[in-house]
């Protein structure tokens, strides 16, 4: 018992040492940071997140250029490594969606012209991200050692509105490269309408997911590392992009 209580105070002094977390916005510190930056406290006008007019897969506060192909390709591969490593130490539950899962389930990795990295999360695990880790600064070391990078885990603070509205505040939370800007998007899934569609979850950007093709997750390997996937992935690739992007093997030709 001893033992097992010593370790767990090592794990948690470890993972401390290499997290700095600041809490989510205070209800007074957020109406302050909203007036300063856009006048105004209505969500429909205020956009969270922000990135270059030609280049939206970069958050505006890390840009510098856009980087090459192999740059790119390297920042995905740590950065996805980085951010499935960091919920497993937590042990908090993330999957991989859309064209991220897509990749998965042709060869494991990314797709290496796919831009975009993203990652799901349930609400639950979404404000716990925000009241807790918001803020975090994560200082990642690859397994060979040959690779230090830091990232930032920055959480939308409108996340307690689950509707669309403007579409400005789509994106719940991103895990930022703190080199060069580039990101993993991350979406947390509501049940919106219990009412009427029970055990339907959806993201702000409207899309339903039944909480059975959810759950229970598969556990999996995705760029070397451990990661989940939905239950029903087929399914849900096969909503998303239809069946012909599970058999096509060109992009563009």
Request: net charge negative; with cysteine; charged share 25%.
């Amino acid at each position: 018992m001893r033992l097992s209580i010593c370790a767990t105070a090592i794990a948690a002094a470890t993972l401390l040492q290499r997290c700095i977390a600041a809490p989510l916005f205070s209800s007074s510190s957020l109406e302050s940071t909203l007036k300063a930056r856009d006048g105004n406290t209505d969500e429909g006008d205020f956009k969270y997140f922000h990135e270059p007019k030609q280049n939206q897969h970069y958050d505006i506060r890390y840009f510098s250029e856009v980087v090459s192909d192999e740059e790119r390709i390297d920042t995905q591969l740590h950065m996805i490594r980085a951010y499935l490593k960091f919920f497993n130490e937590l042990e908090l539950d993330t999957w991989i969606a859309h064209g991220t899962l897509l990749g998965w389930w042709w060869n494991g990795k990314s797709l290496p012209w796919d831009y975009d990295l993203d990652a799901q999360v349930s609400n639950a695990t979404l404000h716990h991200l925000g009241q807790s880790y918001n803020q975090t600064k994560y200082v990642y070391v690859s397994a060979d050692g040959n690779v230090r990078r830091q990232y930032l885990l920055d959480v939308n603070p409108w996340i307690r509105e689950r509707v669309k509205g403007k579409g400005m505040n789509v994106i719940d939370a991103r895990w930022i490269d703190t080199r060069n800007g580039l990101y993993v998007d991350i979406t947390g899934l509501s049940e919106t309408r219990p009412d009427t569609h029970p055990n339907v979850w959806r993201c702000k950007n409207e899309h339903n997911y039944k909480v059975t093709d959810l759950y229970p997750m598969r556990e999996t390997i995705f760029e070397g590392v451990p990661a989940k996937v939905p239950y029903e992935y087929d399914k849900i690739l096969v909503e998303e992009y239809r069946e012909s992007a599970l058999v096509n093997t060109t992009f563009h030709g």
